[in-house]
């Protein structure tokens, strides 16, 4: 999946299986807990689905099974693209440990899109034994169509808790949402909000309403919500809390999720959402001006952080909730079953609380370490300004995005070169509108339930499932995090670092000469302004 030689693998990996080995031999609670259990994992294929699955079955060596429901995709099948997924660079370091970890996992067609997971009987029948429940699929594109969010988020997650009611031996439920999912209110608390609407009258809406009338009606039924994805988020936390009953369940709220810190590669990531996709558009000289606040919080954590959080939350949820301990009630209209919140955790996994980093830190931070690991398929020199006002934003974007891209595109055409730099500028525009909300506005959260889960775990497990984000060092991570986007998300070897910095001197020597020619016309126009001025006003 990438360049990297094995050396190189082996001295990336070297400090994270340290810092393991040191316990090796130890007895870990939460490892014991996973020692013989079936698991079965939604979204696997997705980039904290995948985290989890290579860390459970390298971290927990003892687990029997594990079903991994995936689909065909791009006109591949399941086995084929399992075969491609495997291959990822993410699990050289389990398959060097486990041999046959691969005869673990169970393949089970399935698609969230579908009416009960487009799953066959056969199917549904075989992952009846599962112990234990990761429920990480979901569309996460923000701007996805009503319809599409809420059959594979909400309608998904429904049907999945009604299948796993059918589960005897189920242990835990763990459902992973956003931080965001709340994102309405200033103060985001551990705990349950009123949704914006009824999971079962959103489903039937999607139902009875065609494509253009679901359309028409959206953004009325978005009300505050910034977006689609978001508000299926509320109504799914919601879904969790009505149709979870005889078994122990828990919500993580993940907020923007970054690259791994260390485990099991340091700077792994496959993906190009929130700051990720900024950071690299600006480290390629295309994105020069975004909508943000720069005094604000961003609320950003490693994902090896999230992955062990989400893993130890569904070993203290199991552990603490007994099915003795869900408290159901029977809805006489609906039949429906709920359960009382209080009894189920939620555990936010933000860095607001113990490590709050502000936009300001990223972006001069981003632009540091640009300078000193460039990447070497730059188009421009980097440089960026942050602007509050939304009409000065516009203003800076025609100057700066839109011309240059117009001027670069006219050239390429006239010498016979596909035009790229607009297409490019648009979908980059797309992203920086989405993340406009979260760029200008300020949210206060809380993480009680996250801290406390850390002081109930042992040493050995503190060290296995690192997350206490008061650990981390920022200045470090964003280093070990700009590196990895550079060699996992543009395939650019380190190896490459000294052809970058060659390029990233001709590119700050052509930017400040074209700033200074510039400057220069600028001032000379402005002379002969006043010049004609002037000698309009004294030629009478």
Known sequence: MTSLDAQTYKERNMFSTVDESIYFNQESEVSEFFSGRKILITGGSGFLGRLILEKLLRSCPKIERIYLLMRGKKQKDMQT??????????????????????????????????????????????????????????????NDTLRFIINVNVRGTRDLLLLAREMPNLKVFT???????????????EKFYNPPLKTEDIIKLTEILNDDQLNFITPELLGKWPNTYTYSKAICEDTVRQYSRGFPTCIVRPSSVLATEKDPIPGWTNNLYGLTGIALSIALGIVRVINLDTKLVHDIIPADYVVNNIIVSTWDTAKKRSISSVITNFNNDDKSLTVDAEEIPIYNIVSYVQNPVKWNYCILKLLEIYSIVPYRKCLWYPFFLPLSNEYFVYLCMILLHWTPGFIVDSLAFLVGSKPRLLNIYRKMHKL?????????????????????????????????????????????????????????????????????????????IIHYTTGIVLLILLLWGLYLLLQFLYTSLFSF
């Open 81 to 142: 693209r399992f075969k491609e997924y495997f291959n990822d660079i993410l699990f050289e370091r389990l398959k060097e440990e486990q041999k046959d970890v691969e005869k673990k996992i169970v393949l089970i067609e399935s698609d969230m899109n579908e009416l009960n997971l487009g799953m066959s009987g056969k199917d549904s029948e075989r992952i009846k034994d599962t112990e234990v429940i990761f429920h990480c699929a979901a569309s996460v594109r923000f």
């Open 175 to 189: 459902y992973v949402s956003t931080a965001y999912s709340q994102c309405i209110y200033e103060r985001i608390e």
């Open 432 to 508: 920086t509108n989405v993340m406009n909300f979260f760029a200008t506005h300020q949210w206060e959260f809380t993480n009680d339930n996250v801290l406390k889960l850390w002081n109930t775990l042992s040493v050995v497990d503190k060290n296995k499932f690192f997350f206490n984000i008061s650990d981390l060092d920022w200045d470090s991570y964003f280093l070990t995090y700009c590196k990895g986007v550079r060699v996992f998300v543009l395939n650019d070897p380190l190896e490459t670092v000294n052809d970058a910095k060659i390029l990233y001197k001709r590119l700050r």
